[in-house]
Structure formats: C-alpha cells, structure tokens
C-alpha cells in the first residue's frame, strides 16, 4: 500500500471545501493526521484450478458477475439454459461461444459439469439448488438464494445428505473491493472488537447501465414479494451477511422490521422501503433498505457501510463518494492515531478463485456455509415478522 501525497492534498483540499461550507473550522479535520492510500496494485496470479460450470437460469442480470467470479477462479463456461426468450438471447450475446441447452435436464445429467450458477427467479432458486445438489454438483445462486423456511430446511438436509456446497453470491461483500479490504482490516485488529454494523442500501428500480437487472425494466416477478421474496429478503439478504461477517455473530435474532410501499400504487404489493434492527451474540446491527436512488445520482445506489469498533470505525462508500467523485471503493478509517481515507480499487477479489477451489478440494473457504444460510434464515424470518406501515399522504 502507498501513500499518495498528490492526492492526499487534493482529498484534503476537497475535504475543507466542504468544511468550509459547512461553517466548520479546517481544525476538525485534523490537518496533521489524514492520511491518503492507495491499495498498491497487484499482478494477479494464474488460476489453480480448473472446472467446468454451467447455467441454469438468468432471469437477474446478476448472473453476469456471478459468470465473471467464477471465470476469474478457473472455471470453464460449458453449457446454459434459461427460460425467459429475451434473457436467452442477452446472454448468448454476452457469450457467443457457450452451448445452450433446451433443458434443466441436460445440465443436470451432464457429467461433465461440477458447477452450476443460477439467477433464476427467487422464489426457484433454492428448489432447483436441492435438484442440482442430488444431481451431485455444486450450486451457487444469486441472492436471495432461499425465500421460505421450508425451502431453509430442505436444503440443510440436502447438504447434510450429498456433502456438496450450496453457496449464495452475496455480491455486495463478496464483490465489492472495498468491503473486501473492510474484512481484511476488521480481521487484522484495524478497530478492535466490532460492536455493531450500519448498512444503508439504496437501490433503483430503473438503471440505463450495468448488469444491476434494470436497464430494461423490471419483469412482473419482481414486484411480487412471494416471487421476490419482499425487500428485507431480497436486497436485506446482502446485509445481514455483512452483519454476521464483520461482527462475527455466530447466533442473532431480529429485533424488529418493518416495510412499506410509500411510491408505488400500480403495484399495490410491492415494498419499496423496509428497515430492521439485529441483535448478535457478538454485535449490533441495522439495515436500512429502498428503492429510491434519484437519476442524478449517476449509479444505483450510495452504498454505505459503517463499522464501530471498540478502537475505531469504518466507513465504506461502496459505489460512489457523493458530491466528491464518481468512483466507488472508497474506505475510511479512523483510529487512535490518525483518519485515513484508503482508494481501494486495486484490491483483489478472492471470493471466484476460492469457490472454484472449494469445489475441487471440498473445502469451505470462500463462504463459510453456517453462515451463508443463517444470513438466509434471518431475512425470512425479518420478512415474515415484518410490520407492513402505510404512511399518511
């Protein structure tokens, strides 16, 4: 990591820029003790793994990164299949070399085949996840990967019974290089012991860019919460596995949660705001979740993620730093000697490269697999408690 003094001076001139407009003293900052680094790039080494993987469902443009984690990891595109004609023909857009297969079947009756990816529609996804497990591969679906408590409990037995990994891409952590570097510093002591998690998660439900699932609308499914799962599910599953990642929790429970549709009467049963508080054996936490990212944001949403420590605290701003710059990866931390804002582009990311190991080794090493399903467990549990709010005009 290196410390970039052109920049540090140009973070310190934007930062008293807006100390000034705020009427603060340029003190506040503590001109002496701001720090700018930037993650020293890294050559990247050649995957040490090779397996074949396949499709099973793109009905979320997730599937896109979901392909691209595993591809950066070794994996071999073979086969895909999907249901829906127009995100069938996206994807052989994308990948104009994949063979793709008329039917479920033929991927899961592929021997050949050791993986599969899927973002089908939600409420199909743990489902097909038990079928593709007793066809014995290994699964890893887009979140949510699991809607109800019936579907929980069969896939922990399906688990239990064929040993293979059931994982769920809790992009938001697992993809995202600066909550990567946020794990690495909470792991490494950077703030103590973690008391509690702040994670704020605007989304938007018509993006013109990106693979975020929006840029053509947005299917009849997805305004459905028992297709969809309902907000605290959906977009609350990323969440809750930060929640339980960075503060360690082992057990939690919810406190309370709520949702409502405050903006969008055409869809009577749609949520497009929920929130929930969390309470952990070694933490606190609360999430707060909606629909509402304005266009002139320039990206779906201002991620934010907030640590408290018992010697310092994170802040990463996920996607953009508003009213600073565009980018995303940005991570600040202060501690007992100093703040230091840290451009976490050049970070790695492991999670492709350890799931296509897990799958060779059957180890656990990229997404601890307790962890993975009581995330799951606790946003259907948040979602079946919720108290549905309708807010006077």
């Not at 499709?55 to 070794?74: K, L, P």
């Not at 939600?122 to 699991?146: C, E, F, H, Q, W």
């Not at 809750?240 to 009467?265: M, R, W």
């Not at 940005?330 to 897990?358: K, M």
Request: hydrophobic share 40%; glycine share 12%; net charge neutral.
């Amino acid at each position: 990591m290196k410390v970039d003094g052109l920049n540090r001076r140009r973070f310190l001139g934007g930062a008293g820029a807006l100390l000034a407009a705020s009427g603060m003293p340029m003190g506040a900052l503590g001109e002496g003790a701001v720090i700018h680094e930037v993650v020293a790039a890294q050559t990247g080494e050649k995957p040490k793994h090779s397996i074949k993987f396949a499709v099973c469902g793109m009905s979320h443009d997730h599937i896109y990164g979901m392909v691209g984690a595993i591809q950066r990891g070794g994996g071999v595109l073979v086969a895909a299949y999907g249901a829906e004609p127009d995100k069938v023909a996206a994807f052989k857009k994308r990948f104009p070399d994949v063979k793709m297969v008329a039917s479920e079947g033929e991927i899961l009756h592929d021997a050949a085949i050791q993986l599969v990816l899927s973002s089908t529609i939600p409420v199909d996804r743990a489902p097909l996840g038990v079928r593709v497990m007793k066809a014995g591969k290994d699964y890893l679906s887009d979140k949510p990967g699991i809607l109800t408590l019936p579907q929980l409990a069969e896939v922990r037995k399906t688990i239990a019974e064929t040993k293979r990994l059931y994982g769920i891409m809790y992009s938001e952590r697992l993809e995202v290089k600066a909550a990567v570097k946020a794990g690495e510093l909470v792991h490494a002591g950077a703030i103590g012991r973690v008391i509690q998690t702040i994670n704020i998660a605007p989304h938007q439900i018509v993006q013109g860019y990106g693979d975020g699932g929006g840029a053509g609308g947005r299917p009849d499914w997805f305004w459905k919460p028992e297709l969809y799962g309902g907000i605290l599910c959906d977009i609350g599953s990323h969440q809750v596995d930060q929640f339980l990642y960075y503060t360690g929790c082992t057990k939690a429970e919810i406190v309370e949660s709520q949702v409502s549709n405050v903006h969008h009467p055409d869809h009577p049963r749609f949520q497009d705001f929920g929130d929930m508080v969390l309470r952990g054996n070694k933490g606190f936490g609360y999430v707060r979740l909606d629909w509402f990212t304005p266009d002139g944001l320039g990206t779906w949403g201002d991620g934010r993620l907030f640590i408290l420590g018992t010697k310092g605290y994170i802040e990463v701003r996920k996607y953009v730093d508003v009213g600073v710059k565009k980018a995303g990866n940005n991570l600040f931390l202060v501690d007992a000697t100093s703040q230091r804002y840290i451009d976490c582009n050049n970070v790695e990311l492991p999670f492709g490269p350890q799931f296509v190991a897990d799958v060779v080794n059957r180890t656990h090493v990229a997404q601890d697999q307790t962890q993975c399903l009581l995330a799951a467990e606790l946003v259907i549990k948040a979602q079946m408690a919720a108290k549905v709010v309708t807010l006077e005009a």
